[in-house]
């Protein structure tokens, strides 16, 4: 009901709603549009479009399959497409061929008529690295065969010239098999030919070679004997390219019936057997063929490398265009698969949601794709009303991107509510600075963040390297901010890691001061004494021009004295910011037209809230103001009284406990201690307007619905007389709908009530975390530096400075840099998030994810990455 | 000739000087005696001084920790100048052998 008026408002709105159209303080106007194109202009309007990144769709056929939409087709041959290019992508990463890396911007979609060639070019492709690669593989099998033939007739030339050097006791020097074919036809006679041996040689895996020896063994009941020696050359496999150890055996068996049992074991071991011819010459011959096939095929396989390699450069050079290419013609489809067609397939119609203030744009893009396609028929654009939720949109950029996505993290802002992230720019970095005010720290911080904009462009590419630098370098306007805020909070708290700085003059003085020594107590460094404000020669009775004096940082009482500053400016600060949220809620009301809402609800809740807690943070000012050290009696410093006592006896409405202490400090007559007249008075009353608002928030919207309800059921009553019509749905659903919105409106005033007294005191974290951070430096600098400088004697203590210097920035960065800052990140956002946004902040809208080729990009990059990742390991 | 990574000079580089300007700043303020530095100075305290003393024993204490600020401060110096001299040679010799997804290797 609400969304409908507000459209409706907002529809017949005058100049007021342009004014706030395209502003961060609130999200944008939305259209739902019904786009008519014509079909052979379709493709071109809906690439436009994607270029532009200002449409969302909207899926006309929800319940149609995947497989039964209009442009299955296509979408099909686009993923085929894909697949092609990951299969070239990964043997060109695999060959470790460099791929040229395109701007994605300047190539557009191709037109429907360049995906035929672009899918003939790359089928080409694909069955021309396909079949380099089995060739490739082939060839290399091949080589490693005769590479194995090659090193087994080398080491059976080896093996045989010592086999007959046994039986023959020749002389040793001669290792030429020449003449063994001579010395068999000498011992021929010798009935050598019995001693026959028949030799099978091959080569076998080396990690197989005891198993096989040991089998051969068994079989052969020890009748035959094997020789073996390693291959030192190292061999790769063809397909998988693990390196190869083989050796080189040589069998001697006697018999036929052996060489078949020897040939199982053989291929049982996958050893690869060759055959080795008895005689010398043979031999000879066989190594000289295989040397000379073994170095055509070197020349072959070195051909078909440069081959393939060419063919991967050539492929690596178009590669990234073609998947962008690809990529936008299968986003484009797959949205035109959300349209439906009508009039017999002559028009196709899709609905957008479109920020209104853009139309005007997308009726251009739509024009030049039409034109750019020549259809005769211009494509419409017209708006369509709807009650459904409208998505939100926030115009952001660079530097309010990272603000609003913090809100948004929490929840995304209804459509057209106020938009908290313009205020959280100012607030966010201010309570951050708060609870960190260090000078030194901040100027750490704001170094680092300069860095990263000021090299922000180079750094844009890289900032995927790890998700803890990408976080940091998305927020890094965000940190610049907290960085420069953090830098004026130290200044004001005067503490600079740890040391204050005298800029002005301290406006204390220690001329009253002298230290004398007697015999019972001596001189030492630890001696304190008091220094009076009301003294003139201690205090200069005007304070400090700017922050803390730098007196305190010497003070024993330090943390005593910045902690009720530190307290009460947290609670300023907090009932300041719920203020203000409370007040937004007052916009949202107006905006939304609710003026009932304004006078039940936040009227109620701004007096509420200023008339008990205002009051109280009224009471902190009076008291800085009305008391004071060098003031006469009733206003001097031990007068001022206990605030959180007096607040508490105004809630409670105790009378204060009689102090005989403050007995010169009373005002008036009565034991009251005020700090101006009528203050009880005044309390009673404020105490009793915030009760009765109370009753106010819990009933006065319900009372104002059922109210309107039976008005509207009087008027229907009187309708329904005249017209006949039976209408009996109003009597059940009025009466539970009423339960649950006393139910709901029960819940927010409790949730109201007791969240301003809890809000108010977790900004209490404001001083902690302060008073954390402070100590924690001081800290640091009196447990490290103070080491070096103070414990060492003579020159060795700059060593010792130089050293635990480099120690102690490391332990200021990762502890009060990086820890503190990042508690402190934290506690903000939910001082945000909780403390503010509960005032107002409905938070029940949807982004607004448009069309745009650069997203689907960008996604389908970071894909590729993680595919990438698992083919280079 | 490069000794350390690259990382490693510019993490170096970067802390030398921030040590080279935060101990120059130190030094010259405890230099002048700055109250705030009171108890970062060498004191031997001895109760049996007379206050001469313990002002002399002051501004030696004082004189010293400046001292050592400075002589820590020109450490750093010479840190700086040698990790810059690092990433220098980092750079020249180190691009061949960086891994970037668009570089070409020899094999």
């Known amino acids: ?123 080409t492709m694909e069955n021309n690295l396909r079949e380099v690669n089995i060739n490739y593989v082939a060839l290399r099998k091949n080589h490693l065969e005769l590479s194995e033939l090659k090193n087994m007739l080398r080491k059976t030339e080896v093996f045989l010239s010592e086999n007959q050097l046994n039986l023959q006791e020749l002389d040793e020097n001669t290792r030429l098999l020449d003449d ?19 030799i099978t040689g091959g080569v076998i895996d080396r990690a197989r070679l005891l198993a096989f020896e040991r089998m051969l063994w068994r079989v052969s009941k020890g009748n035959v004997f094997l020789k073996v020696a390693e291959i030192d050359e190292q061999m790769e496999d063809p397909g998988s390219g693990d390196v190869l150890n083989k050796a080189v055996f040589i069998i001697f068996f006697q018999g036929e019936a052996l060489r078949s049992r020897v040939k199982k074991i053989c291929e049982g071991f996958h050893a690869s057997v060759y055959p ?69 397939g002559r028009v196709l119609i899709g609905e ?29 654009i017209e708006k369509v009303h709807t009650t459904e939720q409208h998505p939100t949109f ?37 309570l951050f600075a708060v609870m960190f005010g260090d000078a030194g720290h901040g100027a750490i911080m704001l170094t680092a963040t300069l860095w990263m904009i000021i090299k922000e462009k180079s750094l844009e590419s890289k900032r995927n390297i790890s998700e803890i630098f990408n976080i ?117 009301k107006i905006s939304k037209k609710l003026y009932h809402q304004i006078f039940l ?87 009793l307007i915030g009760v009765l608002m109370v009753p106010i928030m819990l009933l006065g919207k319900p009372l104002f619905i059922m109210y309107r309800r039976r008005q509207a059921r009087a008027r229907y009553d009187s309708l329904r007389d005249e017209l006949l019509e039976p209408q009996q749905e109003e009597g059940g659903p009025v009466e539970e709908d009423f339960g649950e919105i006393m139910i709901n409106q029960g819940i927010h005033t ?37 080491i070096a400088l103070a414990s060492f004697k003579g020159y060795a203590g700059a060593i010792a400075l130089y050293l635990i210097f480099a120690f102690w920035c490391m332990l200021t960065i990762s502890i009060l840099c990086l820890m503190e800052g990042l508690s402190a990140f934290l506690h903000t956002l939910r001082l945000h998030w909780v403390e503010f946004q509960s005032k107002f902040y409905e938070g029940a809208g949807y982004l607004f994810m448009p069309f745009s080729f650069r997203e689907s990009l960008k996604q389908a990059a970071e894909d590729d990455k993680e595919v990438l990742k698992t083919i280079a390991k | 000739m490069p000794l350390c990574g690259q990382k490693s000079s510019v993490c170096c580089a970067v802390l030398s000087v921030w040590g080279g300007i935060q101990l120059g700043i130190t030094g010259a303020l405890i230099y002048t005696g700055s109250p705030a530095f009171i108890e970062d100075i060498p004191l031997a305290e001895n109760a049996n001084w007379s206050p001469q003393e313990w002002e002399t024993n002051l501004h030696a204490g004082y004189q010293q920790s400046a001292l050592n600020c400075w002589i820590a401060a020109l450490l750093y110096l010479v840190t700086f100048c040698v990790s810059t001299h690092q990433y220098w040679a980092n750079y020249n010799t180190g691009d061949q052998f960086k891994v970037t997804i668009g570089s070409m290797r020899f094999y």
Request: proline share 4%; with cysteine; hydrophobic share 40%.
């Open chain 1, 1 to 123: 009901m609400d969304l409908e008026m507000t459209e409706v408002a907002f529809f017949n709105g005058t100049g007021n709603c342009c004014s706030d159209m395209g502003t961060l303080f609130k999200s944008e106007l939305m259209s739902r549009c019904q786009l008519y194109l014509p079909p052979e202009a379709a493709y071109n309007c809906v690439a436009e479009l994607g270029e532009l990144g200002l449409a969302q769709f909207v899926d006309l056929n929800p319940d149609v399959s995947a497989f039964q939409r209009q442009f299955v087709g296509e979408v099909k041959r686009c993923e085929e497409m894909e697949r092609t290019l990951r299969y070239v992508e990964t043997e060109i990463v695999k060959e470790k061929v460099g791929i040229a890396d395109e701007s994605e911007t300047s190539i557009p979609a191709p037109a429907p008529r360049e995906m035929v060639e672009l899918e003939a070019s790359l089928t």
């Open chain 1, 180 to 198: 063994a074919s001579e010395r068999e036809k000498d011992i021929e006679d010798q009935a050598y030919s019995s001693m026959k041996f028949n």
């Open chain 1, 276 to 344: 080795c011819p008895d005689s010398g010459v043979e031999r000879r011959e066989m190594l000289c063929g295989v040397d000379t096939r073994l170095s055509d095929l070197s020349t072959v396989l070195t051909q078909t490398t440069e081959h393939r390699h060419r063919l991967l450069v050539a492929a690596a050079a178009t590669l990234r265009s073609s998947y962008v290419k690809v990529r936008k013609m299968k986003a484009v489809y797959h949205v035109l698969n959300m349209f439906s067609q009508r009039d017999g």
């Open chain 1, 352 to 380: 957008a949601w479109l920020p209104t203030a853009d139309i005007p744009d997308i009726r251009a893009a739509v024009n030049t794709g039409a034109q750019t396609a020549g259809a005769t028929i211009p494509p419409t």
């Open chain 1, 394 to 430: 926030n115009r952001t950029n660079k530097y309010t991107g990272g603000f609003q996505s913090l809100v948004d993290a929490y929840g995304v802002n209804t459509y057209r509510e106020v938009n908290p992230s313009v205020y959280t720019i100012a607030t966010f970095p201010f």
């Open chain 1, 472 to 588: 940091f370098f998305g927020g890094r306007y965000i940190v610049f901010l907290m960085s420069i805020f953090s830098i004026y909070t130290g200044l004001i708290y005067n503490d600079i890691f740890s040391k204050s700085f005298n800029i002005f003059g301290s406006h204390w003085s220690s001329k009253q001061m002298s230290f004398v020594a007697t015999n019972s107590t001596p001189l030492s460094l630890g001696m304190s004494y008091m220094l009076d404000p009301k003294d003139n020669n201690s205090y200069h009775s005007e304070p400090y021009p700017f922050g803390v004096d730098p007196v305190w940082q010497s003070a024993t009482n330090k943390i005593g004295f910045l902690n009720t500053y530190k307290m009460k400016i947290s609670l300023i600060f907090g009932v300041i910011h719920m203020s203000f949220g409370v007040m937004l809620s007052l916009w949202n």
């Open chain 1, 601 to 687: 609800e936040f009227i109620p809740q701004i007096v509420f809230l200023l008339g008990i807690f205002g009051y109280l943070v009224t009471m902190i000012f009076i008291k800085w103001v009305m008391y004071g050290a060098n003031k006469a009696d009733p206003f001097s410093e031990h007068c001022a009284p206990n605030l959180l006592i007096t607040f508490i006896n105004m809630m409670l409405m105790k009378k204060a406990d009689v102090d005989i202490k403050m007995d010169k400090c009373h005002t008036s007559l009565n034991y009251e201690i005020d700090m101006y007249p009528g203050q009880q008075e005044l309390q009673k009353m404020l105490l």
């Open chain 1, 750 to 786: 409790i949730e109201y009530v007791l969240g301003s007294v809890s809000h108010t005191a977790s900004y209490l974290r404001l001083w902690a975390l302060s008073l954390a951070h402070a100590q924690l430096s001081e800290v640091l600098w009196s447990m490290v530096m103070r």
